[in-house]
């Protein structure tokens, strides 16, 4: 996951349970019907509106650079983690992964608990601003911030159970930087 490479419960209807682990790219129906909702308002505007137009234009730029950082924050993440980063979380209770022996605090995650997240929650977005679809910006970014609260609350009670009090005081100074993401 994001935060330090893994740990964690599952929501039953919020957690892909099968996630290929170390992919950047990871897709479930709720991303796949998002997305196509983005490419639907895409194509719809760009029939009503003049989408070369320079505000515009500059819109789809911000996108693209934040969408650029958010992937880059995400690699930085996965690289940073090495062993510890997967895509599927521990449920509490269960025992470290091979190579995942202590809490990652090197790289984005000095300033950053779970960057990765971090990192694709701004890909996300970005890429809605590329396509100019601010109904799906907005829809993107309110989606993000439900999947991700559940996913990190679940993750960190994992990663609480393995790594105790070290990941206790990690998590005590270093925020997650997501909008109501403890």
Avoid: K
């Amino acid at each position: 996951g994001g935060g330090g490479g893994g740990g964690g419960g599952r929501p039953p209807d919020l957690i892909p349970s099968r996630a290929p682990p170390n992919t950047a790219l990871c897709f479930s129906v709720p991303y796949v019907a998002a997305m196509a909702a983005a490419l639907a308002e895409h194509a719809l505007l760009a029939r009503l509106l003049p989408l070369t137009t320079p505000p515009i234009a500059a819109l789809a730029a911000l996108g693209a650079a934040l969408s650029a950082a958010g992937q880059a924050l995400r690699w930085a993440a996965m690289l940073t983690a090495g062993p510890a980063f997967s895509h599927a979380i521990a449920l509490p209770g269960s025992p470290a992964r091979p190579g995942h022996t202590r809490v990652v605090r090197a790289g984005p995650y000095a300033w950053a608990r779970h960057p990765a997240y971090l990192g694709w929650s701004a890909w996300a977005v970005g890429l809605c601003g590329v396509l100019f679809s601010p109904a799906c910006a907005f829809l993107f970014t309110l989606l993000c911030l439900r999947f991700f609260r559940a996913r990190i609350a679940a993750e960190e009670a994992g990663l609480l159970s393995l790594f105790g009090e070290e990941y206790a005081a990690y998590a005590a100074v270093t925020r997650t930087w997501l909008p109501g993401v403890p």
